[in-house]
């Protein structure tokens, strides 16, 4: 039993000495004394007793000058211990120059509720035991030993009354401590469960992505892994750009779907060996809008629709299907659209072999600032020489 209550006051101390103090209940804390300080004060004291209520007063004063400044403090634990600090100095100034009335007797329960509450046990306890002990030797040793301000059996009932207050204060607090670390404890538990939920959900929706990705592919037999091929330069070209995290993974996702709108092409249009007249061409360039259409408002898949939208757009505005240029569209189109036209210039196409890489950096270069955008270039032309980047 009591290996149990020490480590359930190790536990409760270690939490109060890691956490942060909560402010905004302290001033709350700090405004109730007052109140009750005030009241009391006003009742029992008045100005028949000027030196115990102006006494009284300046506690009240100190209370509220650290409400106060709590918010704007730069440290407040350092504050909080020089309210402490306030509260026991003229908690024995009362103590020596109080009657015995029964004003004196607040302190058995607002010296430790206020410390406690206001410090916990790190800070608290300390405070409230150096104001127990010294209010003990002064009834017993200093100057109130003997004195006529107290009854003799006051010297037993005044501490006995404090000390038994403390240790229910620290009963509390400890009880309260341990139920707040355990409830963050099942928090804490139920955020990792939730991650683990979110990382499956988006590990699942990854894999239904590159399904349809690869469905689309599949239906072009001339561009058969171009999807997968784009999805990871493009994640290549972001990374190198800054892009991390969600933000690197909606790029992937984005450019994994950038050509779905094929899917609503015909085959024969799709796999035409030759040429395209001017009307199958206009049909192809549909593949942007029936893209657009199937991903956009998919709240599960975030931007995803931006690849398939604008991959054809040019920096120049002379692209299809808007005639969007520069910054009216976000960063990660033209991350993609560079991503595509490397793929479509290092692979083997039915109307021509792939290119090599001194080539496709000329043609980059040659079309920075009309058709592609200069700051995805650069990063792509820098990857290509290093070599992180490596075509057919």
Same mark, same amino acid.
Request: aromatic share 8%; hydrophobic share 40%.
């Given at each position: 039993m009591l290996y149990r209550i020490w480590s359930l006051l190790k536990e409760a101390y270690h939490y109060e000495k890691h956490s942060t103090l909560d402010s905004d209940y302290l001033r709350q804390v700090l405004t109730l004394a007052v109140v009750v300080l005030f009241a009391l004060n006003l009742s029992c004291n008045g100005l028949g007793r000027p030196v115990v209520f102006v006494l009284t007063g300046l506690i009240c004063l100190v209370l509220l000058m650290v409400e106060w400044l709590l918010p704007r403090a730069k440290n407040e634990k350092h504050l909080v211990m020089f309210s402490n600090t306030a509260l026991i100095v003229m908690g024995l100034l009362l103590l020596v120059l109080n009657e015995n009335d029964g004003f004196q007797n607040l302190w058995f329960f607002l010296m430790p509720a206020t410390l406690f509450v206001q410090s916990g046990l790190p800070i608290g306890l300390p405070f409230c035991t150096a104001y127990g002990l010294a209010a003990t030797c002064f009834l017993w040793l200093?100057?109130? &030993? =003997?004195?006529?301000? /107290?009854?003799?059996? /006051? &010297?037993?009932f005044y501490p006995a009354a404090y000390w038994s207050f403390c240790l229910l204060m620290i009963t509390a607090d400890i009880f309260y401590k341990h139920y707040r670390i355990r409830q963050e404890q099942s928090e804490k538990e139920m955020e990792r469960e939730v991650r683990a939920t979110i990382c499956e959900a988006r590990q699942l929706m990854v894999s239904s992505v590159a399904a349809i990705s690869q469905m689309i592919d599949e239906k072009d037999r001339y561009t058969s892994e171009h999807s997968h091929r784009v999805a990871e330069y493009a994640r290549l070209i972001g990374a190198h750009m800054g892009f991390a995290g969600e933000e690197l993974d909606s790029l992937y996702r984005s450019a994994l779907l950038h050509d779905i709108g094929k899917i609503a092409v015909p085959d024969a249009i799709l796999n035409k060996p030759s040429r395209l007249t001017d009307e199958e061409f206009d049909i192809m360039k549909q593949h942007t809008v029936w893209g657009r259409k199937i991903l956009e408002g998919l709240e599960f898949l975030p931007q995803a629709d931006c690849g398939a939208s604008y991959h054809h757009e040019r920096f120049d505005g002379k692209? /299809?299907?808007?005639?969007?240029?520069?910054?009216?569209?976000? %960063?990660?189109v033209w991350i993609i659209s560079v991503a595509d036209a490397l793929d479509a210039m290092g692979s083997d196409r039915c109307y021509r072999g792939h290119c090599d890489r001194d080539y496709i950096? =000329?043609?980059?270069?040659?079309?920075?600032?009309?058709?592609?955008?200069?700051? &995805?270039?650069?990063?792509?032309? %820098?990857?290509? %020489?290093?070599?992180e980047i490596a075509v057919q």
């Open positions: 200093g100057p109130l &030993a =003997g004195s006529t301000l /107290y009854r003799r059996d /006051y &010297a037993l692209g /299809y299907p808007a005639g969007l240029k520069g910054g009216q569209l976000p %960063e990660m950096i =000329g043609e980059f270069r040659k079309l920075s600032g009309t058709q592609f955008e200069p700051a &995805a270039v650069k990063a792509v032309v %820098e990857l290509l %020489e290093s070599g």
